[in-house]
Antibody
């Protein structure tokens, strides 16, 4: 059974960089034909797609965040990562990592991790 | 970006009822429309992919339909575990945008 698990700091100071890692178990990132991505949800609000990456390193980002976002993959560690720079309070959200079936929806999700931006 | 508009934003229903949630895209997305169920404190769960494909393990009382710009999710014979928030998402083009959500509450 595929499992995804987010890890990283739960508190980030304004103007700093948010960094999260998603470790995938029960399957290999490099052997599959899926995209691996990040989605966030501010407290009490809806879902926002951040971006995704293929195992080749090809990325797609939400234009609203593109200048601040980097998603990378490390197939040797079977994990992928999110970096969001110059954060503000508006970036406070639960961040989910996920497997994206490229048009077929997000079929596996991590449990989510709350990241709060505050000094 | 493609805008996704769900209606209603909330609705109340009773166990055993049938309900329909609609999702409209700001431009044609063919059949690249997915539906998710989210319960408080949990990650969303994929119910329907590509407009009408029932995700493995999802009960058959969940039915999706539509194409182009207009889509529906119908839940028949509501069960207590169905009371949750539902989101549509287009996967036609990036950024993959979501609807604002529909909260289904017990009457």
């Amino acid at each position: 059974q595929l499992q995804l698990q987010e890890s990283g700091p739960g508190l980030v100071k304004p103007s700093e960089t948010l960094s999260l890692t998603c470790t995938v178990s029960g399957g290999s990132i490099s052997s599959s034909s899926y995209y691996w991505g990040w989605i966030r949800q501010p407290p009490g609000k809806g879902l926002e797609w951040i971006g995704n990456i293929y195992n080749s390193g090809r990325t797609y980002y939400n234009p609203s965040l593109k200048s601040r976002v980097t998603i990378s993959v490390d197939t040797s560690k079977n994990h992928f990562s999110l970096k969001l720079s110059s954060v503000t309070a508006a970036d406070t959200a639960v961040y989910y990592c996920a497997r994206d079936d490229y048009g077929g929806g997000v079929d596996y999700w991590g449990q989510g991790t709350l990241v709060t931006v505050s000094s | 970006d493609i805008q996704m508009t769900q209606s209603p934003s909330s609705l109340s229903a009773s166990v055993g009822d049938s309900v329909t949630i609609t999702c409209r895209a700001s431009q044609s997305i063919s059949r690249y429309l997915n539906w998710y169920q989210q319960k408080p404190g949990k990650a969303p769960k994929l119910l329907i992919h590509v407009a009408a494909g029932l995700q493995s393990g999802v009960p058959s009382r969940f039915k999706g339909s539509g194409s182009g710009t207009d889509f529906t999710l119908t839940i028949s014979s509501l069960q207590p575990e169905d009371f949750a928030t539902y989101y549509c998402q287009q996967s036609y083009s990036t950024p993959y945008t979501f609807g604002q959500g529909t909260k289904l509450e017990i009457k």
